[in-house]
């Protein structure tokens, strides 16, 4: 245990943190979430399909059926495609604006954290260390400059719980009220950004609690304001895309539900316990805190704050175990619970003098930076990850390490005082280490990055093909074309291409070659080609010799000149 020689005064940490903690956390989204969106390549496959399918809504002007390079995609609503599509539209066509609307929804997140916990504790200090946690988890933080549907989704839902519960805390008609509608649209944008586990979770909670409170009455007569609400922010689209497109809701409850739920073959099957170790990497750096925290909750659970938030943090969690489908950023609406139970445990802690939890937590952290220096020396040394030339990538590497070294040594020499320090880690991470990928990962994993290089070239091909989604959609976005041929490859497009208007859209490589024929009949024809494996190898030697071929690890790119008709 520190001595209490190491504390600084209650009333003078509560004063410091009450004048420097909101402009604190500002300059801390600035530095680690907003001014490195721009700093790397867009990720496959999740990065490139939400880019392309925002950039074409707005590129089409149809903001009602979501199409992924021309095609119909129904797998997930329309919303969270606005919102995406609206960050383009204000900044352009670039990474910035593609990746905007996560970081907003996170710090939206990280705001709500900072709301509700002062609601709850009355107390600033509790209020800033719950909103730190939150901004610092590992997996809250890294997908805030990660464009995808994931920190949309979470925000409405952690809109709809904390709405929740200011509906439940709330002491006069009309905040009652308020609350309630600010439910029910949270609910509604939920829905049209994921679907119908927006509606289910906020039910999940509210049900238990109010029959624990006894308040199974105030439910009743105010819950059906939040359904209207939320009916009335989904019926006009909902209405639309049945018009639009009738197929829509068939495809979308019951592939996207019921076969990802329960199907034997759902995407991503996973065993049940597969987000316990997942939770645990996903509140890093603060993992070691995670089971007192969950312990101390337990002793409290009958206080109504620590109760809903245990309600709150368990039982989706529950829920998305018993699901055969599984990601780990499905868990995320459960860390805001786990932030602001945390956030309380921290600062009870300081208060007690009882420093040893923090300090195991920096010291887990140390050895997991020791490792990671140790391990990457070793790499390098026998079989280097970095080429010669990458010489800047592999020091922001080592930065990005010795900044979680740092941070968390810290934290474990004074664990009252420097408590916070692991978060300074966490932002060098996400804000350094996708800079610091080798060329071989950026290669595989940002083909937009070698597309952006010769995209004059490419742009001025009649016709495009490529043999790899990932690749297809990073030069349909780079181009702002949705005409990509697919050769050889359907994947998540294999629904799209069922209908008879997309039939030109693939070819095969039994009639690949009568295809370029015709293609280059009509003009030139620009080629991106991944020849990662035997089978993709084999799809690039049946092109045609002659044209030019630009070639970067497992990617290609071939422009092949217009020919004359024989």
């Not at 175990?321 to 802690?349: E, H």
């Not at 420093?355 to 937590?361: A, D, K, Q, S, V």
């Not at 880690?425 to 350094?432: D, K, N």
Request: glycine fraction near 8%; proline fraction near 6%.
């Amino acid at each position: 245990m520190e001595s209490m020689a190491g504390v600084v005064p209650c009333n003078t940490r509560t004063r410091g943190v009450e004048r420097w903690a909101i402009p604190g956390l500002i300059l801390a989204f600035v530095v680690f979430y907003l001014l490195p969106l721009m700093s790397h390549g867009l990720w496959i496959p999740d990065e490139t399909r939400y880019a392309q399918i925002s950039q074409e809504m707005l590129h089409s002007g149809n903001w009602v059926a979501p199409h992924f390079m021309g095609l119909r995609y129904f797998e997930k609503p329309v919303a969270g495609y606005w919102m995406i599509a609206i960050g383009q539209a204000v900044f352009g066509d670039n990474l910035f604006g593609v990746r905007i609307a996560s970081a907003l929804s996170t710090g939206l997140s990280v705001w709500l954290a900072w709301l509700i916990a002062g609601r709850l504790w009355h107390d600033p200090r509790k209020r800033f260390a719950s909103a730190l946690l939150y901004m610092s988890f590992g997996l809250v933080a890294g997908q805030a400059g990660y464009a995808n549907l994931d920190p949309q989704f979470t925000f409405w839902v952690n809109l709809s719980l904390v709405a929740l519960w200011y509906a439940f805390d709330s002491t006069t008609r009309r905040a009652r009220i308020g609350a309630w509608a600010v439910l029910g649209v949270a609910c509604g944008m939920g829905f049209m950004t994921k679907g119908f586990l927006a509606w289910l979770l906020p039910v999940l909670i509210a049900a238990p609690y109010a029959l624990w409170q006894r308040r199974v009455k105030e439910v009743l007569s105010h819950g059906p304001l939040a359904i209207l609400v939320a009916v009335a922010v989904c019926l006009p689209w909902a209405l639309a895309i049945h018009h639009q497109e009738p197929d829509f809701w068939q495809f979308f409850f019951w592939n996207e539900h019921v076969r990802r739920f329960s199907a034997a073959d759902a995407q991503h099957t996973q065993p049940w316990w597969f987000y316990l170790p997942i939770l645990l990497a996903a509140s890093l750096p603060w993992a070691a805190l995670l089971p007192k925290t969950l312990m101390d909750a337990w002793k409290h659970k009958r206080q109504p704050a620590i109760g809903f938030l245990l309600l709150w943090m368990l039982l989706p969690l529950a829920i998305f175990s018993m699901s055969k489908g599984k990601l780990p950023t499905y868990i995320m609406p459960c860390l805001l619970p786990l932030a602001l139970l945390m956030g309380r445990a921290v600062v009870s802690w300081i208060e007690q003098a009882k420093g040893r939890t923090l300090r195991i937590n920096g010291l887990l952290n140390v050895l997991l930076a020791v490792a990671g220096l140790v391990g990457l020396a070793y790499l390098q040394f026998s079989r280097p990850v970095y080429e010669n030339t990458e010489v800047f990538s592999l020091s922001l590497a080592y930065i990005v390490l010795l900044g979680w070294l740092l941070s968390n040594a810290l934290q474990a020499l004074r664990p009252l005082l420097l408590w916070a320090a692991p978060a300074m880690g966490m932002g060098v991470l996400v804000a350094l280490l996708p800079a610091a990928m080798p060329g071989v990962i950026i290669n595989s994993k940002m083909p937009d990055q070698f597309i952006a290089e010769h995209v004059q070239e490419l742009s001025q091909a009649r016709t495009l093909l490529s043999n790899d989604l990932g690749a297809a959609s990073a030069l349909s976005w780079r181009l702002g074309r949705p005409d990509i041929t697919l050769y050889n490859s359907t994947g998540e497009l294999k629904y799209g291409l069922g209908y008879a208007d997309s039939a030109g859209r693939q070819v095969d490589m039994d009639s690949i070659d009568r295809w370029m024929k015709e293609a280059r009949l009509r003009g030139s024809v620009g080629v991106v080609m991944r020849a990662h494996s035997a089978l993709e190898t084999h799809e690039v030697e049946l092109l045609p010799l002659g044209g030019k071929r630009y070639e970067r690890g497992d990617l290609a790119i071939f422009i092949f000149p217009k020919v004359q008709p024989e």
